[in-house]
């Protein structure tokens, strides 16, 4: 079932961004990708002891 959720995903994507995306929408998705990914585990590791080192 996955494999065919990510099959149907990767043609309709195909589909609409056929003719190429723009630099600019490109380097958007990408930034908000990694800061929808950065935010939360800042945040949920703000009150605690956790050091990365």
Do not use: I, N
Not at 6 to 15: H, K, P, V
């Amino acid at each position: 079932m996955p494999l065919a959720a990510w099959y149907a995903f990767g043609a309709l994507s195909t589909e609409a961004f056929g003719d190429g995306v723009p630099f600019q929408a490109a380097a958007f998705a990408v930034l908000v990708l990694s800061v929808a990914r950065f935010v939360p585990v800042a945040v949920s590791l703000a009150g605690t002891s956790f050091t990365r080192g």
